[in-house]
């Protein structure tokens, strides 16, 4: 009995907080509504068709009417007239259809040649079975401007005629409404929640090709939700509407369709995992049928069986389904268990071909188990790994002592081994392991690495991957080498802060670096109390920095969006937002562009002002450059970077499976006692020899050197300029490291600048 109410209790709360985020739903998500737009001529509908000769004349008709400039069908290998229906439809263009390449997904490979063929500014991705009542293709183009957002999806209202049909088409409304609330799907507040639905997807041209296209999810067996993913990770916001009858589509056919449909994507959806999807089925059939099936005979069962049939009501008045729908609410699971069961075997087979289904919906595999010694040498020896806990590893110090852990993990060789719950994690310390690690970038990618979790810096660049990562950096870089002419500005906005006699060097520094960064960026004009606000959280360092905020994150990218649509009108602007404003996705280069900027070059001016205020020597400004490469290579602010293996490797006969975390460490290669004398010491003089290459990485390295490396020198310059026009030392503090987000000083670090005129003298001793 405890067991059994200890599973109602569960699922009680469960079902009434999915009760709840319909309510949410039923009453914020956008419906779309038909529109009389009267020039649509820069927009092209795209139609992938394969064997669809039954349904064209009843939808294609609908969407040529609509005004588009152009309605594109290709005929991808079908055997049934396809081709010929199409064209014979007026105003409508057929492609025929390429044969499929090697690495490609049907769909992807369909919508690929599509965007290729149209000549539209606005690409609309529409499935052959969608209807597109009157005034539905302009309706979708307000609600794109209503959302300020250049990516959208429909879902289209389901039509369903058959028992089978009812009972199971309908779970796709439930897992959009019963997910998230609106709000925070609209907030979007990590890569990972958006939505996208294939059936209905509009992007501009612009965004189009800076995110790769459908290329870049070539291999995707959800190409449309791993496609959404991808645009919201270049900054871009993906509006979200129903289709509310105005555009609808009857998707499967009768219930063997359901489980060719549902089976080929259900697995992926569980990351690969049988194991997640039986315990998901289990976990419906407890939740909706058990109270059903117990209620007649318990009482306390009666509200969870309500609540499972109020959730389904729910969902039905939200789509415009028939409200009587939600008594079958408790059948639904049951009707799953064939689907689900064929979803498990690995091979399935879609309209006419074979595919492999498995991995995550962004198609990198998972490992199915954390073996003991799961990145193992040829030999079989294993690889070594610091002290941890039997069962968690290494998570609990990773999360409270993550330095000592390294350092620890460092002293038993060039290559370890963490043990972190369902990852396998190697870390490697070597100038041969950081060249290997950040010269491949399609072996070795930022996708569900660890700065995927930091929602300040889970954007942009930062986040890309190829083949999309180096023509994007081929776009940036120019614009963020440039920065000499910024050099005034950031000097202004310091002598504004210039410090008194006596301060704290870490307070001021972070009151100093947004201040300089406000002045390269946006010439001061960014609101100071929104900068603020929107950097805190990286002030208090995990788990603070973890946990996202999409009210600040959304306030953040309003202001920026604002700040570049003023630089585009505006031809004297000349500070680094002006630079960007033509380029698509400058929002979230820009957002987290401030974050990563101020963080790293926060502290690193905080760690150059004790070590500068220790060793009076090196104040002039003819030694301040070598003082602050020693800084940076004691205190790197990217103290460990992380990549996932793409696909399987081997370095120095370790095998590194798909699905490895893989770190690479500036501050442990920077510590090697083989490659730097002393290495604990500060000694700027190290650097008159110069150095090998790959070990000094402070920025990274390869095609992931940082972007923002010319301006952080930059703001570094001015910023100790301007404090050292007096002679600077250290009076007391504790300046042991801590980490955070970056390697930060615990602080406080009290100096105190002579009061006496002139600058550092020069021939002051050093002192150890």
Request: proline share 8%; aromatic share 6%; glycine share 8%.
């Amino acid at each position: 009995m405890g067991a059994m109410n200890g599973l109602r209790h569960a699922v009680t709360g469960f079902l009434a907080v999915r009760v709840a985020v319909n309510v949410v739903n039923w009453r914020t998500f956008p419906r779309l509504r038909p529109s009389e737009r009267a020039d649509l001529s820069r927009v092209s509908v795209l139609v992938p068709a394969r064997d669809e000769a039954a349904t064209l004349p009843h939808t294609l008709p609908l969407l040529a009417a609509q005004g588009a400039g152009e309605v594109l069908v290709l005929d991808d290998g079908s055997e049934d007239g396809t081709a010929e229906v199409a064209a014979a439809v007026a105003g409508v263009q057929v492609l025929a259809g390429r044969e499929l390449p090697p690495g490609w997904l049907g769909k992807a490979w369909a919508l690929h040649q599509l965007a290729e063929a149209a000549s539209g500014e606005w690409l609309v991705f529409t499935d052959a079975d969608v209807h597109w009542e009157p005034g539905a293709l302009a309706g979708f183009l307000d609600e794109l401007e209503a959302q300020e957002s250049r990516v959208g999806s429909i879902f289209p209202s389901q039509d369903t005629r058959t028992w089978g049909e009812r009972l199971t088409v309908p779970v796709i409304d439930e897992v959009l409404l019963s997910g998230l609330p609106y709000p925070l799907l609209h907030a979007q507040v990590s890569p990972l929640a958006v939505a996208a639905n294939g059936q209905a997807i509009a992007i501009h041209r612009e965004i189009y090709d800076a995110i790769g296209g459908w290329e870049s999810v070539r291999g995707r067996i959800v190409e449309d939700v791993a496609f959404g993913r991808l645009a919201r990770r270049q900054g871009n916001e993906v509006a979200l509407a129903l289709g509310d009858g105005t555009v609808h589509t009857r998707m499967y056919r009768g219930y063997r369709e359901v489980m060719a449909g549902f089976g080929k994507n259900l697995l992926t959806a569980h990351a690969g995992r049988r194991s997640l999807l039986v315990a998901d089925i289990a976990w419906h059939l407890a939740a909706y049928t058990l109270p059903a099936l117990l209620a007649p005979r318990s009482r306390a069962w009666r509200l969870p069986l309500a609540l499972g049939v109020a959730q389904r009501a729910l969902v039905a008045a939200t789509t415009t389904r028939h409200p009587a729908e939600a008594l079958l609410a408790p059948l639904l699971p049951v009707a799953g268990l064939p689907v689900a069961a064929g979803a498990l075997r690995r091979r399935q087979r879609w309209k006419g071909r074979d595919i492999h289904v498995g991995g995550t919906l962004d198609d990198t595999p998972v490992l199915d188990r954390h073996p003991d010694s799961p990145l193992t040498p040829s030999d079989g020896t294993g690889l070594p790994s610091p002290a941890g806990h039997p069962v968690h590893g290494h998570l609990g110090r990773w999360g409270t002592e993550p330095l000592a852990l390294l350092e620890e993990g460092s002293e038993l060789g060039p290559l370890f081994e963490l043990r972190l719950p369902r990852k396998a994690a190697v870390v490697g310390t070597s100038p041969a392991w950081n060249r290997f690690v950040l010269r491949d970038g399609e072996t070795f990618v930022a996708r569900r690495s660890m700065a995927a979790l930091i929602p300040h810096l889970a954007g942009g660049i930062i986040v890309t991957d190829a083949p999309v990562h180096r023509p994007r950096r081929q776009v940036l870089e120019p614009r963020f080498r440039d920065v000499e002419r910024l050099r005034a500005r950031v000097r202004g906005a310091v002598e504004a802060l210039d410090p008194p006699t006596s301060f704290d060097g870490l307070a001021w520094s972070l009151q100093a670096v947004p201040a300089m960064l406000n002045a390269a960026l946006f010439s001061g004009s960014f609101p100071d109390d929104l900068l603020a606000a929107y950097l805190h959280p990286l002030e208090q360092g995990m788990p603070a920095a973890l946990v996202p905020r999409p009210g600040p994150r959304r306030a953040v990218r309003r202001e920026l969006a604002a700040q570049l649509r003023r630089r585009e009108h505006d031809p004297q602007a000349d500070d680094l937002a002006a630079a960007l404003a033509t380029v698509p996705g400058a929002v979230e280069e820009l957002r987290v562009g401030l974050a990563a900027g101020f963080d790293t070059s926060a502290h690193t001016l905080a760690w150059a002002l004790w070590y500068l205020a220790a060793h009076p020597a090196w104040q002039p400004a003819e030694r301040r450059r070598q003082a602050v490469d020693e800084v940076l290579r004691l205190h790197p602010p990217g103290f460990i970077g992380s990549r996932r293996v793409a696909r399987a490797t081997e370095f120095e006969g370790v095998r590194l499976p798909v699905g490895t975390l893989v770190f690479y460490s500036p501050m442990l290669t920077h510590r090697r006692p083989e490659l730097w004398r002393d290495p604990d010491t500060f000694d700027p003089r190290r650097f008159d020899a110069g150095f090998r290459a790959w070990t000094y990485i402070p920025f990274s390295a390869g095609q992931r050197t940082c972007l923002g490396t010319h301006l952080a020198r930059l703001m570094l310059d001015e910023a100790l300029d301007v404090v050292l026009q007096r002679p600077l030392r250290a009076v007391d503090g504790d300046p042991s490291p801590t980490a955070a987000v970056t390697i930060a000083p615990r602080g406080p670090l009290r100096l105190h600048r002579d009061p006496a005129a002139g600058g550092p003298r020069s021939n002051e001793s050093d002192r150890p």
